[in-house]
């Protein structure tokens, strides 16, 4: 079994980074250990009620909610990435954990594949 990382970076709309990488990560939770981390532009996923059919965009974002069921709970929140878009304060849709630069690093030197979108 595979020490798995999962870094979304993409805003989630605009592009299929972020349904794409959540694809990955759901496909692979059962034959390899997985965590997910959402920085820079990536923690705008995690703002609650978002409408994307407005924009012509399909809502995967709901799909987050599927990472605790396929038993993915290593979720982490770049804190440096909240607090530079003002977010800190902000509701996550997702249970996470807000984590900082040193221990992402940190985290992400125990992985044997690191995945970025």
Do not use: W
Not at 15 to 31: P, Q, V, Y
């Amino acid at each position: 079994m595979k020490k798995l990382a999962i870094i979304i970076s993409s805003p989630p709309h605009g592009n299929a980074k972020g349904r794409e990488a959540l694809d990955i990560a759901l496909a692979t939770s059962a034959i390899n250990h997985v965590s997910v981390f959402f920085v820079d532009d990536g923690v705008f996923h995690l703002l609650p009620n978002q409408q994307p059919d407005h924009i012509l965009m399909r809502d995967y974002i709901a799909t987050l909610n599927m990472l605790e069921l396929y038993d993915i709970d290593d979720v982490y929140v770049c804190e440096s990435s909240l607090k530079s878009r003002n977010l800190t304060q902000i509701a996550r849709n997702i249970p996470s954990k807000v984590i900082n630069t040193q221990l992402l690093n940190q985290l992400l030197t125990t992985k044997d594949v690191i995945l970025r979108f």
